[in-house]
């Protein structure tokens, strides 16, 4: 019989190695048990937090804790606080990321600064464009009708009469495909604008912009059947 291969489960390392929790604590105590406390914890790095009667108070980095927390019974942090915990981080590479995150999240009153995340994307203006695009997208199918449609301009200006205006006898579709994919359009001949994906747009170069999602000849790109029932480019109907 053959024996069955065994796969090793993969264990990522714990980020915490070792932690204190809200150790009760003055400014005697420490002085006379820091050489146990220190001892501890020598030779790690981490992130310390400071409360005062079990809120939490200040937050810092704990890469000389003795030096920090004597500091902190001297400084304008004196009298303010009375208890503190540590967390030890196996790696230094993020440890100052991880006191900004929780400076971010908790903003400690006994912190002047809040923490900066200098390498991370500020997602905020992305998500209020999907929103407002979601929302457009909704009020025009919820109002279903021509003057509900987004109308896509590229010169608010422009004044002059639509390139398909008054070009087709009726309204009719157009067609185009792209990448592989088939889209369709359809002309309103009384004023010559092209609905296209719920929008409306003047001439069939913003149309085709539209689907490629870049500068387009929509002339070249959409197709409409002629009188035969052929499918023809729009720009036969230039010549």
Known sequence: MKKRKTHKKFHSKSIVTGFLERVNISADMFERYKDTIIEMISGNHGIYALYNENKLYYVGL????????????????????DQFSLYIIRKQDHIKELESLMLRIATPSGNRQHGKLKAAKNMRRELVRSIDQQYKHEKSMLLGSFSGFNRQRTNKNNKKDKPLKGVFKKSCMIYARYKGKDYK?????????????????????EAGRAVRNKSTNGWHLWKYKNNHGELVRLSTLRK
């Open 185 to 205: 359009g359809r002309v309103f001949h009384k004023t010559g604008t092209i609905k296209f994906d719920g929008k409306l747009f003047d001439s069939p170069s």
């Open 62 to 81: 704990a890469t000389d804790f003795k030096y920090r927390i004597k500091t902190h019974m001297k400084n304008r942090h004196r009298g303010e606080w």
